[in-house]
């Protein structure tokens, strides 16, 4: 099972759509519920969590073989490193083991 973190993305939905087309199973991890339906339609498992929480991206990561992880980008309004440095380091927790 290939785990996609940020599908909803450019990147990672070309990611997540090519391995679909090429029949791999895929999980996509989004963190809002009403972008299920569309994954689903293409073939996709779906995991809706938040990539602040660690507890709940380590859950969806310990189901598959590899992962494809992209930070997703902050709001301009707020203080883009720190808030992307935070985000990294919940990623990273929840691979630790």
Known sequence: MHIIL???GHVGSAVAQTLLDWGEPVTVVVHDPAKTAD???HGAQVAVADVDDTEALRRVFRQGRRLF???PPAAPTTDTAVEERR???AIVA???G
């Open 87 to 89: 985000r990294v380091a």
């Open 69 to 71: 992880l992209l930070n």
């Open 39 to 41: 994954w689903r339609q």
């Open 94 to 96: 929840a691979l630790d």
């Open 6 to 8: 940020g599908a909803t």
